[in-house]
């Protein structure tokens, strides 16, 4: 009962983490593509939306850490 438990959350967070790795590169190419414009505007914007998505993958990422710790913590 408890390993299907973990297996469920283990598959959701690795499908919130497919889902989301695609759309951070998804926002990541508009945003360098905004990066290299002469617009000084766009630029900054760019940048900062760079930022929000380095943010983000490294939220999702510590979603691993908490798969391993439930694998580890259960013995699955």
């Known amino acids: 009962m408890v390993n299907d438990v973990v297996s ?3 598959y ?8 989301a ?3 951070a590169a998804l926002k990541l190419s508009t945003y ?9 505007q ?8 760079m ?6 993958i490294i939220i999702v990422a ?4 908490i798969i391993q710790w439930l ?3 259960i013995h699955f």
């Open 8 to 10: 469920l959350i283990t």
């Open 51 to 56: 930022k929000n998505v380095a943010i983000g």
């Open 21 to 23: 790795g695609s759309y």
């Open 12 to 19: 959701l967070i690795r499908a919130v983490q497919a889902i």
């Open 42 to 49: 766009r630029i900054e914007e760019a940048k900062g939306g």
């Open 71 to 73: 694998q580890k913590g």
């Open 32 to 40: 360098a593509i905004g990066y290299m414009t002469k617009n000084h």
């Open 62 to 65: 510590g979603c691993e850490a």
